[in-house]
């Protein structure tokens, strides 16, 4: 069973949309991650959390918000949605800091026209 | 990302060879990691290695950790069609974030 599940696979919108991807782990993980992969580009922080209600700023957070609301729920927010927003987005989830594995889900195609 | 990064874009081997992917990081680290992504699915961790450790090995995977040059590898013996996929490095710091690099596509053909 995957620990780490995504939702929605795969979302078209238009520019200037609201768009809500969502995140799920059953691993009781505390700490968890949402990443964006672009060609050339790798993985890329966007927000991660350390717990429910925590928020922690990544690498690349303009244009996202993202709220945690369980220890097994993480949601990333894309209020106007634009073209370069679209990417893969990849969750993750971990039990402690940098020094410990992450988990991935399988990812969320965002295409933003 | 500048502060880890693969060293090479691309590399293409022949089954049953060996093979080994570079990287590099600009800052200190308390570990890094190195993950495989096969294609259609999210990465998946192959080694961690910290920062007081110089190698560890994984079945048909080594990977060492040299912290004066700021250097990692990941060498994979024996290779097989199904090690093709992208393998990245990720540096973890004590800000609790993992970076990662940009990733070496490695191709291994029949």
């Known amino acids: 069973e995957a620990a780490v599940t995504q939702s929605p696979r795969n979302k078209v919108t238009v520019t200037g949309g609201n768009v809500t991807l969502s995140c799920r782990q059953t691993n009781s993980h505390n700490y968890m991650y949402w990443y964006r992969q672009d060609t050339g580009h790798g993985l890329r922080l966007i927000h991660y959390?350390?717990?429910?209600?925590?928020?922690q700023i990544g690498d690349v957070p303009d244009g996202y918000k993202a709220t945690r609301t369980t220890q097994e729920d993480f949601f990333l927010l894309l209020e106007l949605a634009s073209p370069s927003q679209t990417s893969l987005y990849f969750c993750a989830s971990s039990e402690g800091q940098s020094g410990n594995t992450l988990y991935f889900g399988e990812g969320s195609r965002l295409i933003v026209v | 990302s500048q502060l880890a990064e693969e060293n090479l874009w691309a590399l293409s081997v022949h089954e049953g060879e060996s093979v080994t992917v570079n990287c590099s990081y600009k800052t200190s680290i308390t570990a890094l990691q190195w993950y495989r992504q096969k294609s259609g699915e999210g990465p998946a961790q192959l080694i961690l290695?910290?920062?007081?450790?110089r190698e560890k090995r994984n079945g048909r995977l080594r990977a060492t950790l040299d912290t004066s040059s700021q250097s990692s590898s990941l060498s994979i013996t024996a290779t097989r069609c199904e090690d093709t996929a992208v393998y990245f490095c990720a540096m973890g710091t004590n800000t609790g974030k993992l970076t990662f690099g940009d990733g070496t596509v490695l191709t291994v053909k029949p």
């Open positions: 290695i910290r920062s007081n450790e």
């Open positions: 959390s350390y717990g429910a209600g925590n928020l």
